[in-house]
């Protein structure tokens, strides 16, 4: 039965209900329960969105099968009812059966359920017995498993969702695991070159994969099924739409343009002052030093270690001085020797066990990650950082670990405030950004920036950057990263960074490595904030060392720009100036993805959808929208093709030819040039002669 109630149409059946419900311009919400209440968590859709009074329409149609003829026709002719909701450029249609198609406002499917079952009217139709929407019950409880399907479409193109090790932009015919990894990030909004979006406002361990055959969206535990879908004329309308139901990232602080210095690790205070000193006694910019994990006196303590950082405050105002911000690590790790483990624990601010002995990591310590899905635990951590950090002066963190890094991620092994981590562990790197977003709020900052190593739906609105986790130093991971970077983009996460020259490994006295260091720092330069780190093995050989009984991490390499040659060097200190130059086109860029959820970094078809080559184009994209750029991903290359998109004629930057769009070129990239072409009548000099 679909009847209306409230402004939603209402599919009934038993005590199953499906909602369908306009959610903001051009959008609708949809939820299934098989429980006699609606679960009332609204995970990433608690924005308030414009209200909008959708056309809801009942129609009496003829849903005869026209396989049946004669007599045996007329025994099954019967009528039936199709209801409909549509909210401006999107309708529902739902057929006698109860089944939804999406439709554009030109009446042009965009997407359907996926059913292929005996029903009740038409009695010969396909018997398979698979539904769309399966709720089925996990024995002995009130849990769920959850199935979604809909129709494949052979030319349908599938972008977003968030950051995967890959090299492929079009998810078609991928299968995604929708949990969070060291360098994974599932952030589960797609967008399809049909004309739709589509989000999957659930926390919970699954899968999706978007087959030939069909799409099916899983959960392994759940209540309820709960999705956005939206329609629109452009991938604009579709990000304008998503962004404004999930909340919109704020304007991107000052220091977020320029350029961040970091390793693995800077060990004492010296040591990072030294590094701060001699790159402005160089007149070389930044704008961030990064002061890394294991500065600290034990994991959950929040705190500097005193004999290795002696004045953390003198520290942060030096750097203050040099007009450097301070950037800390803070870990969700808590060691059991901490002098915090005691209390949170006690307190009930640290994430369970179902079974074992409760540690979730023995890396240098058994720990145990606390749980920021609990209010009171966040304001309990924040509290912490506060009096140890803020108050020195430090207003930005790096909030590390943030998947969070169980191991193993035996996620139905463990148990949040929220609820069993199979069914909302995906929020954890969201709740761990907000506890610092809402303490460094309520502390009167007005620019919050945190750089956080995951995210999920709506962790843009806590000022959150994220970057690709431990990358390994190579040209394939870097392909793979232009796609991550990507993807986060259109997945609705604007503010995105990777470890320029990857994470792991790296020997800077390799001439491959240095070749591999240059292209990435070229990149990293067009990239929304630009910040070096590596572990840069080897690391150096000590002896282990230990303060107060902890044992302390040692150092890679040297990883500053003046650390990998002279001629190195000079190409390097061109990119930062350039970065420079950029500062006030970089700034517009950041307006415009805080007021309408544009991505700073995108594909594309993103500024060009009316060309149907941009759809394809994997290896280059739009830096805002008057920027095309190329980066070279392989080794031992001087030059690369690019396609320029219909719609514009384009200026390359490095040699100032003017080419109309719709072709592809050969654009020269030695090792000082990464190929940047400005869309013609723009005034923005890449390149300083």
């Known amino acids: 039965m679909v009847r209306e109630e409230n402004n939603r149409l209402v599919i009934e059946e038993g005590l199953t209900k499906v909602y369908i419900e306009c959610w903001g311009r051009d959008s609708l919400r949809v939820r299934m329960t098989a429980e006699p209440k609606m679960d009332e968590n609204d995970w990433a859709l608690c924005e308030p969105v414009e209200e909008v009074i959708p056309e809801i329409t009942f129609e009496t149609v003829d849903i005869t099968d026209p396989w049946y003829r004669g007599e045996e026709w007329k025994k099954y002719h019967m009528m039936g009812t199709v209801a409909t909701i549509k909210n401006g450029k999107i309708t529902a249609r739902v057929n006698p059966e109860g089944w939804i198609s999406y439709l554009n406002d030109k009446g042009e499917i965009l997407t359907e359920e996926y059913w292929r079952n005996r029903n009740r009217i038409n009695r010969y139709c396909v018997p398979l017995r698979v539904d769309a929407r399966e709720l089925k019950p996990i024995t002995g409880s009130t849990d769920y498993t959850l199935t979604a399907r809909f129709e494949a479409y052979d030319d349908e193109k599938i972008y977003g969702m968030g950051q995967y090790q890959d090299r492929h932009l079009d998810k078609k015919g991928a299968t995604l695991e929708l949990a969070h990894r060291n360098s994974q990030a599932s952030v589960p909004f797609m967008i399809s070159n049909r004309g739709y979006g589509f989000f999957w406002n659930n926390p919970a361990i699954g899968t999706v994969t978007f087959a030939t055959n069909k799409t099916e969206w899983h959960a392994k535990s759940t209540k309820k099924m709960d999705y956005f879908i939206t329609a629109g004329d452009t991938p604009a309308d579709l990000e304008r739409n998503y962004s404004a139901a999930t909340g919109r990232t704020p304007m991107m602080p000052e220091y977020g343009l320029g350029y961040w210095q970091c390793k693995l690790r800077y060990r004492n205070q010296e040591e990072i002052l030294n590094v701060a000193r001699e790159h402005k006694r160089r007149g070389l910019p930044m704008d961030a030093i990064v002061v890394d994990f294991f500065h600290w006196s034990m994991q959950g303590d929040f705190k500097f270690e005193k004999r290795d950082w002696p004045d953390p405050a003198a520290m ?112 954890y790197p969201l709740m761990y950004a907000r506890g610092f977003y809402d303490g460094l709020k309520q502390s009167g900052e007005k620019e919050i ?126 990119f930062l100036f350039i970065r420079e130059n950029l500062r006030p086109y970089i700034r517009e860029c950041m307006a415009e993805a805080s007021r309408t959820g544009a991505p700073v970094m995108r594909p594309l078809f993103y500024d060009f959808p009316d060309d149907k080559m941009a759809w394809e184009i994997e290896d280059a994209y739009m830096f805002g929208p008057d920027l095309l750029v190329a980066p070279v991903m392989e080794a031992g290359v001087n030059t690369r093709e690019v396609y320029l998109p219909k719609g514009a004629n384009f200026v390359e930057s490095y040699t100032g030819k003017v080419y109309e769009g719709g072709q592809t070129v050969e654009a020269e990239a030695p090792l000082n040039v990464i190929p940047v072409f400005v869309r013609e009548g723009k005034e923005i000099e890449v390149y300083i002669f």
């Open 449 to 574: 920036m945190s750089l956080v190593r995951c995210a999920w739906a709506g962790s843009q609105k806590y000022g959150v950057l994220t970057w690709s986790g431990d990358i390994h130093s190579s040209f394939r991971a870097m392909r793979e990263q232009l796609q991550a970077g990507l993807s986060m983009g259109l997945a609705g996460i604007p503010w995105w960074t990777s470890d320029i020259g990857g994470f792991v490994g790296g020997d800077i006295t390799d001439p491959g490595f240095q070749e591999l260091l240059l292209r990435w720092f070229a990149w990293g330069a067009f990239c929304p904030v630009f910040r070096m780190h590596g572990e840069r093995s080897p690391w150096y050989e000590r002896e282990q060392e230990f303060i107060n009984n902890v044992r302390q991490l040692t150092s890679g390499q040297d990883n500053e720009v003046w650390s990998f040659g002279e001629e190195n060097y000079e190409i390097l200190k061109s």
């Open 316 to 427: 942060v105002r030096e750097l203050k001085e040099l007009g450097i911000e301070t950037v800390v690590s803070v870990w969700p790790t808590i060691d059991e020797r901490s002098e915090n483990f005691g209390e949170m624990s006690s307190k009930g601010y640290l994430v369970r066990t179902d079974r074992g002995n409760g540690n979730h990591m023995t890396w240098m310590g058994n720990t145990i990650f606390y749980d920021p899905t609990n209010p009171k635990a966040r304001e309990f951590v924040w509290e912490k950082c506060k009096q140890n950090y803020y108050d020195l002066g430090i207003r930005i963190f790096w909030l590390d670990e943030a998947e969070p890094e169980y191991g193993p991620y035996d996620f139905d092994n463990y148990r949040y405030y929220a609820g069993p981590a199979l069914q909302c562990t995906n929020i």
